[in-house]
C-alpha cells in the first residue's frame, strides 16, 4: 500500500467523520445535540422510574430501572440515527453517487460512526448523572476505570450494530422499521427495566445476542465495584459484538447493495 493511498484512506474517513453527520443526520445542529444528550435520558429515565414504583417489583426496582435507562439512550444515537443514514443519503439523492466512488468503502463506512460514537458518549454520561442526582443511585462503591472503559465499548458495539443495520436497510424502503424495532427490543431484552431471568428461554438466548444487554450488565457491574475477573467476559462480548457487527456490515453491503440496484430501492425513498 502507497503513502498516498494510506493518506487517501486516512482523508476519506476523516471526511466522512466530520462532514457525513452534519450534512445527512444533523449532528451537527445544537438542537439536535441538545435534545439527545439532555432531553432524552431525562423524559425515558422518568417514565420507567415512574413505572417501576407503581410496579412495586424488588428485583425490578426504581434504582435498578433507572440505572438500566440511563444506559439504554444509547441506542437512540447509535442505532435509530445511525441506521438513518441509508435514508438521507437516498432522500439527498446522493446515494449513487457514494456507491460509483473510488473512496475506500471501509473507511467511507466507518468514518461515519465517529461522532455518534462522541454522542452516545455524553448521553449515557448525562443519563448517569441524572440516576445519581435525580434518583439517588449510589456510586459510592464503583469502579471508575472500569464504568469508563464499559461505558465506551458499549457505545463502540452499538454503534457498530447501527451500521450494520444501515447496510440492511439499504435493500429497504426506509430504516425506520429496523430501527424502531431494534430501538425498543432493547428495552424488553437487554436486563434494562427488569432482569433477564424474567424472560422465557427464548427471548433469553435472543437478548443475549444483542451488544446492549452486555453493555447494561458491563455498566451495571462497573458499578457495583466488580473486579476485573468479572469485567472481561462482558468486555470480550462487547469486543465481538463490534467486531461481528462491522464485518457483518461489510461482507452483507455488497449482497444488499445488488438487491438493491435489482428491485429499484436503491433510490426509494
Sequence with gaps: MTVAHRASIWRTFWTNAVLAPRMSLGFMRADYVFGSVVIVPLTQMVFFATVASLAGNAQASVGYVVLGNAISTVTYTSIFSVCQTTDQEKNHGTMEHLLVSPANRVAMYLGRGVIPIL????????????????????FGGANFPFLALSIFLTTVSMVGFGLFLGGVALFFRTSIILGNIFLF??????????PLSFLPPVLRVAGE???????????????????????????????????????????????????????GSIVRF
Excluded: K
Design 209 to 263: 445476542l444483542f451488544p446492549l444487554t452486555w453493555g447494561v450488565a458491563a455498566i451495571r457491574a462497573s458499578v457495583a465495584g466488580a473486579g476485573l475477573a468479572t469485567m472481561l467476559p462482558y468486555w470480550g462480548f462487547l469486543l465481538l459484538g463490534t467486531f461481528a457487527s462491522l464485518v457483518l456490515a461489510m461482507a452483507l453491503w455488497g449482497i444488499f447493495e445488488r438487491r438493491a440496484l435489482a428491485t
Design 119 to 138: 454522542v452516545s458518549l455524553a448521553t449515557v454520561t448525562v443519563g448517569l448523572l441524572y440516576a445519581a442526582l435525580l434518583y439517588h443511585v449510589s
Design 185 to 194: 427490543a432493547g428495552l424488553l431484552l437487554s436486563g434494562v427495566n427488569f
